[in-house]
């Protein structure tokens, strides 16, 4: 299996708010998990690494104490912007290891969308 | 650094045949993901490639050259709902030791009757 649920698909928040966004694998333990940012016909920027019972690797440039990461149990992640502001309006995308697949390939959760007024 | 460069837009006509080329420069090399993502959608998987060589899944075909630092993806018998965005993506391995996947900038594939 390799479904990957994100919830919600949308959002829409003030300024000064936080928003916290969960990913799930549904049907397989995923021990890694990967958050991306992607801005309009712009490409997916990795932002965090994150390994169920350890803290999250942050890419370079990424703020941890403004994108919080938890991966508490294998089948869920959550990403929570805190303090937002409009410029962390973007798509939010997880993806999920399913690592018994050939490939170890990444499968992407629908993303989320996160609007700040 | 890491560097993955895809051309940002190309268009084909309905039944002909497509190649979207990328090339790489990264530090480390585990493979290379094709995806394919619709507006406003997640990335779906098309293809791998770890060594060189020509991979062939139906109407989307893959070639890596590992020296050359070079990808392409071939689309065959090209149809409508093939038009969308095809990311070229590098997996490298972090310090963690876990794959991490770097994403060019993805080409925009519009296909015309």
């Known amino acids: 299996g390799a479904v990957v649920s994100q919830h919600p698909s949308w959002v829409i928040c003030k300024s000064g708010t936080s928003v916290k966004i969960e990913c799930r694998s549904l049907d397989f333990q995923a021990t890694t998990m990967f958050w991306y940012r992607q801005f309009p016909k712009q490409s997916l920027m990795l932002m965090a690494t994150?390994?169920?019972?350890?803290?999250?690797?942050?890419e370079q440039g990424v703020e941890k104490d403004k994108f919080l990461i938890n991966h508490a149990s294998l089948t869920l992640s959550t990403l929570t912007v805190t303090s937002a502001h409009p410029e962390d309006s973007s798509f939010y995308i997880c993806?999920?290891?399913?690592?018994?697949?050939?490939?170890?390939?990444?499968?992407f959760g629908p993303g989320t969308r996160l609007t700040v007024l | 650094g890491q560097n993955i460069d895809q051309p940002t837009e190309m268009t084909a006509t309905e039944g002909a045949i497509v190649q979207i080329n990328c090339t790489y420069q990264?530090?480390?090399?585990?493979?290379l993901f094709w995806y394919q993502q619709h507006a406003g959608e997640a990335p779906t998987f098309l293809s791998y490639n770890v060594l060189d060589g020509l991979e062939e899944k139906g109407r989307f075909s893959s070639f890596l050259s590992r020296s050359k630092g070079y990808s392409y993806l071939l689309l065959k018998e090209l149809q409508m709902k093939d038009s969308a965005s095809y990311l070229c993506a590098v997996r490298i391995y972090g310090s963690s030791n876990t794959g991490k996947l770097i994403f060019g900038q993805g080409t925009t594939l519009q296909v015309k009757p």
């Open positions: 993806s999920a290891v399913n690592r018994l697949l050939t490939y170890n390939e990444q499968f």
């Open positions: 990264t530090s480390g090399f585990n493979g």
């Open positions: 994150s390994n169920e019972g350890s803290k999250a690797t942050y």
